[in-house]
């Protein structure tokens, strides 16, 4: 199966009320895809395997198990070698969700992979596991407010959580290297910490954030670590209660929690949709100094400066605001989405940051029609070439998926990617591939509320036509949309 595998999350605008998840492996030289889909019985959504849909599909392998058409996948996971796929289900028992694991080291077109197994039979686990970084053969899961570790091939599970925090862990991150995670509890009743894992010892944790300086104070959702694992970046109410403000705290240094935002001088505390430059270097956030405007700043985890915090984006009147964000791989650049022009017209910016401080935005999308709008739910490409997007531009109500490329360093105009709709067709989400080799799309493009997955290959300048990923599906049966794409 390879390597160098991406995973995107984005938001796609279908208001689709299945809100599964969808995923898409593309691979250099040929296209391999795992998607979900209720492609036997109508809303018994299950996981799919396709080989290669570039060329003539031969076989689509179902991952998963029989649910007796009741149960439904929600969520899936590959492992870093990408031998092995697990997914979270009620496959044996109704309303039961449960880990199962499939091998697929061999799939290939004459070679279907084994029946999936539940990973710990009869026990509830939660939506957050995560495959270590550096080790294909074991899973984290939180179930009944406690982390644990369990072994692929053997079951054996070990607590990893320490006794103090039992039945409170609410969710977890991992370090890049596997080295060490950090999770989110409730040591003191009421009031949330960061506690530290080693790895390698198991069940032994210590504080990472500060000492809680009064009551109330939380440490947030959402804590990061930086690339290197050196430091985690996380949201908290430290300075006073209910102000909510960003920290960082190394790794080496336990107990010790560095301020990076101040809401004082800032004029609001940072929204929790913060992104880590690649190098971890640099922290980018959203806030809004005028009520629900808001704007994109950044900081320094390196060296912090609370009340010097950066200006991004463009600075947003009342009304205006920038709604979400995407930084480049490489960190050369972010892509936001704002109506900083026209109020409710929701267009894509670009700001080069390659020369230290952030240049001036620089509109990428296209002159709309009355009434269009960038969707959210847009990507940028491993390698920054690229960037993908939603937009009703041609007809308003009508989403189709668009492509930004880069030439010497500048955007070009969108081009349109899909294939031409069926009346009442729109295209719900859109990723690219990591080395702008390929981009995927779902779309109800060939028959009004039929939902599918469709391939283009982009590696020439000018993008080549779909190719539909997924088989033919059953009256009403779709391609499931959702907030999860993984691209190969």
């Known amino acids: ?6 995973t995107y999350y984005v938001t796609d605008g279908s208001g689709h009320e299945s809100a599964r998840d969808a995923a898409v492996f593309v691979q250099v030289g040929q296209t391999d895809v795992i998607y979900v889909a209720d492609a036997d019985v109508d809303d018994v959504n299950e996981l799919w395997y396709a080989l290669n849909p570039r060329s003539a599909l031969t076989n689509i392998w179902q991952l998963s198990g029989p649910t007796d058409d009741i149960g439904d996948v929600t969520s899936f996971l590959q492992s870093p070698d990408r031998n092995a796929l697990v997914y979270r289900a009620d496959q044996d028992t109704d309303g039961l969700f449960e880990l199962y694991w499939s091998d697929i080291s061999n799939v290939a077109t ?31 899961y939180v179930s009944g407010g406690t982390l644990f570790k369990a072994e692929l091939q053997t079951g054996a599970v070990t607590e990893v959580s320490a006794a103090a925090a039992r039945g409170d862990v609410t969710e977890m991150a991992l370090s890049p290297d596997g080295s060490t995670l950090v999770y989110r509890a409730d ?21 990472l954030n500060m000492n809680l300086p009064f009551a109330g104070a939380d440490v947030r959702p959402g804590a990061v670590y930086t690339s290197d694992g050196a430091a985690v970046v996380y949201r908290a109410d430290f300075e006073t209660d209910q102000v909510v403000e960003l920290y960082g705290s190394l790794i080496s240094t336990p107990g010790v929690s560095n301020q990076l935002t101040d809401a004082t001088s800032l004029g609001a505390s940072p929204e929790s949709d913060f992104v880590l430059s690649p190098d971890g270097e640099t922290v980018y956030f959203r806030a809004d100094p005028i009520s629900n405007s808001y704007q994109l700043y950044q900081a320094s985890v390196i060296t912090p400066n609370p ?32 109506d900083e022009l026209t109020g409710e017209v ?18 990428i999308s296209a002159d709309m029609v009355a009434g269009g709008d960038v969707q959210e739910g847009y990507g940028v490409s491993a390698i920054p070439d690229g960037v993908a997007f939603l937009a009703d531009q041609d007809t308003d109500g009508v989403n189709e ?13 969108p081009v349109k990617v899909n294939a031409a709709l069926v009346a009442g067709g729109n295209c719900t989400a859109v990723v690219l591939g990591p080395h702008g080799m390929g981009l995927t799309y779902l779309a109800d493009q060939e028959a009004d509320e039929d939902f599918e997955l469709f391939f283009v290959d982009i590696v020439a300048h000018s993008p080549q036509a779909p190719v539909r990923v ?14 999860e794409m993984v691209v190969r």
């Open 1 to 6: 199966m390879g390597s160098d595998w991406f």
């Open 110 to 140: 004459d070679t279907a992979p084994p029946v999936s197994t539940a990973l710990v039979p009869g026990v509830a686990i939660d939506e957050g596991y995560a495959f270590s970084p550096g080790d294909s053969a074991s899973v984290y």
């Open 187 to 207: 040591e003191t009743t009421g009031q949330l910490e960061l506690w530290l894992v080693d790895t390698a010892v198991p069940g032994s944790a210590v504080q």
């Open 307 to 338: 009340a010097g915090n950066t200006l991004v984006s463009s600075a947003m009147d009342a009304a205006e605001a920038v709604t979400s964000f995407e930084v480049a791989s490489d960190g050369a650049f972010v892509v936001y989405r704002s």
């Open 346 to 363: 929701f267009e894509l910016f670009w700001v080069d940051l390659t020369s230290g401080a952030p240049a001036p935005a620089v509109r």
């Open 401 to 413: 998926a668009w492509l930004v490329r880069w030439i010497d360093g500048e955007p070009q105009a």
């Open 470 to 483: 997924n088989e033919f599906l059953p009256v009403g049966g779709d391609v499931q949309d959702g907030h």
